[in-house]
């Protein structure tokens, strides 16, 4: 099988100071990734390095023939830490802003057809005409992942989509990430490590540098040993086994 995205000897830096070196991932057809690792440690920049948004100094990034020759073959669900609450967009134009290619803003009829469809499915069409500042926590969120879906991706990166999300909504976001999954593959950076050993397949921890994880389950020494701390939570019988599939 071609690897959709394979990553070899990736280095990135800002104003030559490396924040990731000689990383090497490949991502698959329908996998799951979980991107962990400490604040600072790179989780935002290899993705940016994915996407095409940051120049590496060092290394190559292959794109599969699946994710060649399509308008928008990866959606992105950025990183958003705060929102202009008095921004005048709606709902609406801020799905269908997920169809601007190079800057090019000018939506055809069949992408405001799977704004629609996409709202209808995340269940808040009755706030399409509502200014993104109206919001909730929860209901933004799944603004920007029908804003992601739009040019239907066959990857799909989130970087942190459970940030103002409360429990709740967060369970229906990664119920709908799994669903999502039958089709596409998934790169999903998040802090909740519950998240990480309940839905995703595999783990790439960064820290500068990155080490992969066939499975969904990380030793706390594994973590250690790879200077990765994250929240240690511990699930069922093994006391020092953590991101362990689990129910709550
Ligand atoms: N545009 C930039 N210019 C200069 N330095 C940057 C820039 N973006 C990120 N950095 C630095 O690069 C390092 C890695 O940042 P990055 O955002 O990739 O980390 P992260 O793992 O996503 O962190 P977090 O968990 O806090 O989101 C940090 O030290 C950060 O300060």
Redesign the pocket.
């Known amino acids: 099988m071609k690897p959709l995205v394979k990553i070899e000897n990736l280095t990135c830096a800002?104003?030559k100071?490396p924040?990731?070196e000689n990383v090497n991932l490949e991502v698959n057809e329908r996998d799951f990734l979980g991107v962990i690792?400490?604040?600072?440690?790179?989780?935002?920049?290899?993705l940016?390095a994915i996407l095409g948004l940051l120049k590496p100094v060092k290394g190559k990034i292959v794109f599969g023939s699946d994710l060649q020759g399509r308008k928008k073959p990866i959606g992105y669900l950025p990183?958003v830490r705060h929102i202009d609450k008095k921004f005048p967009i709606t709902v609406f134009d801020v799905v269908l802003s997920g169809s601007i290619m190079n800057g090019i803003y000018r939506p055809s009829a069949e992408e405001r057809q799977k704004a629609e469809q996409l709202l209808v499915e995340m269940g808040i069409l009755d706030i399409r005409h509502k200014a993104i500042g109206e919001l909730s926590g929860g209901q933004m969120q799944r603004v920007f992942l029908c804003r992601a879906l739009l040019s239907d991706p066959k990857l799909l990166i989130l970087?942190?989509p459970d940030t103002f999300v409360d429990n709740r909504f967060e369970g229906e976001l990664y119920e709908k990430l799994r669903a999502l999954n039958k089709e596409i593959a998934i790169i999903l950076?998040s802090?909740d490590v519950g998240t990480i050993s309940t839905y995703v397949k595999t783990i790439a921890c960064?820290n500068k540098s990155l080490h992969y994880h066939p499975s969904n389950i990380i030793t706390q020494e594994q973590l250690e040993g790879y200077n990765c701390p994250i929240q240690v939570i511990t699930h069922g019988e093994v006391p020092h086994t953590v991101l362990q599939y689990h129910h709550h």
């Open positions: 800002y104003d100071i924040v990731l690792g400490p604040n600072g440690g790179g989780k935002t920049t290899l940016k990183q970087d942190e950076v802090h960064v």
